[in-house]
């Protein structure tokens, strides 16, 4: 959620700041050649595509070389370019502006993933030390959904035992039906018949209707976590951690 705030706020601020980046060196076009402004606009782009990611970074390249053009270039106030250097700067600052604006976000992307990584094995530590707590199991269970429900794209959770009944919930089910009408695989969470090769890089939402995952130890069910999508994609990685979430549950109604 905090990346695409990030975004939210770099998308139309990078170039906003290429603008006015640009009118703030009006005072010195005169001392200097207009390549030599390449250098600020550079730092500005990979400033935004650090923070704000590829799109944000390629619009803000692009904003930049226009900047520089209606600004610092011969003649002021206007897009035309008349003088052959500030032709070869303008070109120049489109090219290497896009080129670290590409490379800047792949970082970006790198970052983001390692973020949801640390994230997801905190989740299974916290859940982890839940089944060593002392106490009763419905609270502790309780404790463990909440930080699931925190952690990944999900509206609600219950636990139910062999039974049927339930153990202990979080959140709410936004489906229109009280009980899931899905159920998924113990691996991937993904209904039979879908593969995961087959989900985009960002991954698709949990079903908001609503998905039912059987929890067995061994060849002995044991109970049956039943969960709801809030509508975020979840990732591959997500979808397992949560696998892995419902494994160390299954682990505590088991005993």
Known sequence: ??????????????????????????????????????F?????????????????A?????????????????????????????LIAFGGLTVCGLVAAALGSRRGDALTVLREANSH??????VAGQTE???????????????????LPLAGLILRDARGGVVAASGSAPGPRPDPVVSVRPDTLLPAGVAAPELPRGGTPFPAEGASLVLEIGS????????????????????????????????????
């Open 1 to 38: 959620m905090r990346d695409d705030y990030a975004n939210l706020f770099y998308l139309p601020g990078g170039p906003i700041a290429a603008i006015l980046l640009g009118m703030a060196l009006i005072p010195l076009r005169e001392l200097t050649n207009s390549a030599n402004f390449i």
């Open 40 to 56: 600020v606009f550079m730092i500005l782009i990979i400033v935004v595509a650090e923070f704000g990611g590829r799109w944000a």
């Open 220 to 255: 002995r069910q044991v109970g049956r976590l039943d969960f709801w999508g809030d509508g975020r994609p979840a990732s591959l990685q997500a979808r397992r951690t949560l696998s892995d979430a419902a494994r160390l549950l299954a682990a505590m109604i088991g005993r």
């Open 133 to 151: 707590e002392s106490g009763p199991i419905e609270t502790r269970i309780e404790e463990a959904l909440r930080s699931c429900r925190e952690s």
């Open 58 to 86: 390629i619009v803000t390249a692009a904003c930049s070389a226009l900047s520089l053009d209606f600004f610092l270039t011969r003649p002021y106030l206007s897009l035309r370019i008349v003088g052959k250097h500030d």
């Open 121 to 126: 094995l905190d989740l299974l530590h916290e």
